[in-house]
């Protein structure tokens, strides 16, 4: 085999232990994951994906930031922050696998000591230089801090597929399948981005 098709090969059974590996972290999460079962099911050694990304935080690091870049190619984000929501959805709602990484994410990482990687960091940071420059243009809220407007678009574009099916159960049994969620979605983030003053909390 010449080094050339060597390489190939190796590129294409890394490429089969992310994709692996995204199922499982998806299935299972950080903890519950298992190398041995993204091994068989890449068709790869555990030697050599301990070599690749040497411990199995490091494979979900990666996982996500393939995941980022996914959402970053389907989803780029524009100052039309409200269709960014609204097309958001759509992806999470096409891809739940896609959110169920970003939730047990929050879940592993939530409070850990060690900074996550700068490349994870970039995707975030050019969303919110785009939330400001919506702002700066008269096309979003300036009442908010760039950061939490995006957080609250997340929260809104995922928040009926991240809802306890208890209430999904009861909604369905009072509304029906009239609901156009997606429609909700849109109106919700109409609220948030529209520019105007923010109500905020009396201090004490």
Do not use: C
Request: no cysteine; charged share 30%.
């Amino acid at each position: 085999m010449t080094s050339q098709a060597a390489q190939a090969r190796g590129l294409e059974t890394r490429q089969r232990v992310v994709r692996a590996a995204m199922a499982e972290f998806a299935r299972h999460g950080v903890d519950g994951a298992r190398i041995n079962r993204i091994a068989v099911q890449a068709r790869a050694s555990k030697e050599r994906i301990y070599a690749w990304f040497g411990d199995k935080d490091a494979l979900f690091d990666e996982v996500m930031q393939v995941g980022l870049e996914e959402l970053s190619r389907v989803v780029p984000i524009t100052t039309d922050l409200v269709d960014y929501a609204v097309r958001l959805h759509d992806t999470f709602a096409a891809r739940p696998d896609l959110q169920r990484i970003a939730v047990w994410a929050w879940l592993h990482e939530h409070g850990r000591a060690a900074r996550l990687p700068d490349r994870r960091l970039t995707g975030y940071r050019h969303k919110i230089e785009v939330v400001r420059r919506a702002q700066e243009s008269g096309r979003a809220d300036p009442g908010w801090p760039p950061h939490h407007l995006l957080a609250a678009l997340i929260a809104v574009s995922t928040s009926w597929l991240m809802a306890p099916a208890d209430l999904h159960q009861v909604a369905a049994d009072e509304d029906g399948p009239a609901v156009d969620h997606r429609a909700e979605v849109r109106r919700a983030a109409e609220r948030l981005v529209r520019p105007g003053p923010v109500a905020r909390e009396p201090a004490g």
